[in-house]
């Protein structure tokens, strides 16, 4: 049985809200959708249709992620991509697990202060618009290595669908419409994009219109005929390197040439007996959410209660503790030593646990390290196959449409990951991250993330499959959703409806989403030091499968579904798709 606060009070009162379902989070959720062979969640619906049809035709899950990530960049171009990168963690049926790192590299030519003035301050915009921003993109080669490694079908079936959308074009729903018009401004000032998202009269598509890309079709059609070589040694890259260079950019032709995916062993932990898998660095986010679970394994959360003050306090210290250690120790593996073991160690948690106060708040400027001087848009995906094969995949432009450039002809939006970096320590970037120098720019070095694609295990099957988009958020979305399964009982859907709290030790603020706390809540954690930013927007677009049931209590019973999914209802066009 699972014990919360609510059974316990139930239980001792011996009243009857014990027979209503367990926690329900704070607002009522639709019901998760169910499967019995496979479940593909993605944040735009067309997105989902295409994998579940590549499993029912045979496809593994790794062959379902390869062909959802390219109907991504055609369907979800604020985000989906080639031009982008990102990081695809996968549970094969067997227990064992991979993780393939294909995230933007620094050019060659890129320099620690690429983006300073000659006093030393940041530029502004330089890091975030046009082809400065740029770095050198992943996801081709990252799809195809997964396809080839650990799919079945072959590059033509799973690109067909892609490739159809773009060139017949799709009709965009309410949900894509919105994303389209609230980068409208932004995507005017690159003729080539313009020419592509934008109507002949400036407006963006709405609602019922069609939206047709042909020379994204023509690229896609090159690659899936060549393979990645037309991306990375032909006319994709041309067209890149000599836009970039018109345009202010320091790409070259090497950098697309020398890309290179790297298969890392992922970043693995547990928590209260269940087995997480997650990203390694060059990814903050596994570590991070492991130092972070570790910390709260030692209070009883359950008990405590979703939402109430006494958690939320001890998750926010928690959170503080990991920022540090994210945004001071934590980059690409090849240029930095990470002190990931001691991060993942328990002990190194309960030193953490014996310094957080239990009535007050910490203070984060007491935690600066000794010599320390991240918007929107990002996509994450979950799928899981007949045979339990779980995949896990977060990618990106980083911003919204990226750096909004597109290289005439290419069809192809162009990512702003370099502002990833730290640009000058002490700086905040696009999240507010304030990160040091093992995040510095050098060439061919990755940027930090924090993209968290997940999956949960349990007695050596897969329990949950997790992610989101977020910037530095991603890893406390993630993270709220496992916690609200696992501790507060609460099905896949209501665990990623529910809303979210958000602390990354600088600012020091406890960010919360609308009607995230209570007002006595709110009380009791201003009394304890807490500085609250009750924000005015929500966060995230998470997307979760549950397998056995769509709660605990519902596997525990047995008789649930087998794959339960849920898309976060604040994505407005995504779909949890089961068959
Ligand atoms: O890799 C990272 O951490 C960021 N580039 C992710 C950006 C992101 O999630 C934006 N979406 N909301």
Redesign the pocket.
């Known amino acids: 049985m699972h014990l919360n606060r609510r059974t316990l009070i139930a239980a001792s009162l011996s009243i009857t809200f014990a027979l209503a379902p367990l926690t329900s989070g704070f607002a009522a959720s639709p019901a998760p959708a169910k499967g019995e062979h496979g479940m593909v969640v993605t944040a735009q619906h067309l997105a989902s249709e295409v994998g579940v049809e590549v499993l029912k035709k045979g496809g593994n899950a790794v062959d379902a992620a390869v062909a959802v990530g390219y109907a991504l960049a055609v369907v979800y171009p604020n985000a989906g991509n080639i031009g982008g990168g990102g990081f695809m963690t996968i549970r094969f049926k067997d227990g064992k697990s991979t993780f393939l790192d294909f995230r933007e590299r620094a050019p060659l030519a890129a320099t620690k202060t690429m983006y300073l003035d000659k006093d030393g301050n940041p530029v502004k915009g330089a890091s975030l618009d046009g082809y400065l921003a740029v770095g050198v993109p992943g996801s081709v080669a990252g799809l195809e290595m997964a396809r080839e490694k650990y799919g079945k079908l072959s590059r033509q079936d799973l690109m067909a669908p892609a490739i159809g959308y773009a060139r017949d074009g799709f009709i965009l729903n309410q949900g894509d419409a919105v994303s389209f018009a609230g980068s409208a401004d932004r995507l005017a000032k690159d003729p080539a994009a313009a020419a592509i998202f934008l109507k002949p009269d400036g407006k963006p598509y709405g609602t019922g219109e069609r939206l047709i890309q042909p020379d994204l079709a023509a690229s896609l059609a090159a690659i899936s005929e060549k393979g990645p070589d037309a991306f990375y040694k032909g006319a994709i890259a041309d067209a890149v390197v000599k836009a970039s260079g018109a345009k202010g950019g320091i790409l070259a032709k090497s950098d697309f040439e020398q890309y290179a995916v790297r298969e890392l062993k992922p970043v693995t932990c547990t928590y209260r007996g269940y087995e997480i898998t997650s990203s390694p660095p060059p990814s903050s986010g596994g570590v991070i959410i492991c130092e972070i679970l570790n910390v709260l394994e030692g209070y009883p959360l359950s008990y405590l209660g979703a939402g109430s003050a006494e958690t939320v306090h001890v998750m926010v210290e928690a959170m503080r503790y990991a920022y540090v250690d994210r945004n001071s120790a934590l980059g690409d593996p090849d240029f930095v030593d990470n002190p990931v073991s001691k991060l993942l160690d328990k002990a190194y948690a309960k030193d953490i646990r014996d310094k957080i106060d239990p009535f007050r708040a910490g203070v984060s400027k007491d935690l600066m390290p000794k010599g320390f001087g991240?918007?929107?848009?990002?996509t994450h995906y979950s799928i899981i196959d007949d045979d339990g094969n779980a995949v896990a995949v977060t990618y990106?432009l980083?911003g919204s449409f990226g750096a909004g450039v597109v290289a005439d002809g290419t069809g192809m939006l162009l990512n702003n990951?370099m502002d990833?970096f730290t640009q000058k320590p002490g700086v905040p970037n696009l999240y507010g991250l304030v990160q040091g120098e093992a995040n510095a720019i050098q060439p061919k070095k990755t940027p930090l993330?924090?993209?968290s694609p997940t999956v949960v295990a349990k007695d050596g099957k897969p329990f949950m499959v997790i992610g989101s988009?977020?910037?530095s958020r991603?890893i406390t979305i993630t993270l709220e959703a496992i916690l609200n399964v696992i501790d507060h009982g609460m099905n896949i859907q209501e665990a990623i409806d529910a809303p979210r709290i958000h602390h990354q030790w600088l600012p020091d603020k406890v960010y919360v989403e609308p009607f995230g706390l209570s007002p006595d809540t709110e009380k009791l954690l201003a009394g304890m030091g807490y500085h609250l930013d009750l924000a005015d927007q929500t966060w995230g677009q998470a997307a979760g499968i549950l397998v056995g049931g769509k709660s605990l209590a519902e596997i525990e019973k047995g008789g649930g579904a087998r794959y339960n999914g849920a898309i976060d209802s604040r994505a407005a066009s995504g779909e949890a798709l089961g068959y």
Do not use: F, L, R, V
């Not at 991240?374 to 990002?378: D, G, H, I, M, Y």
């Open positions: 991240e918007s929107k848009e990002t990106t980083n990951e990833d993330s924090s993209m988009p977020g910037g991603i």
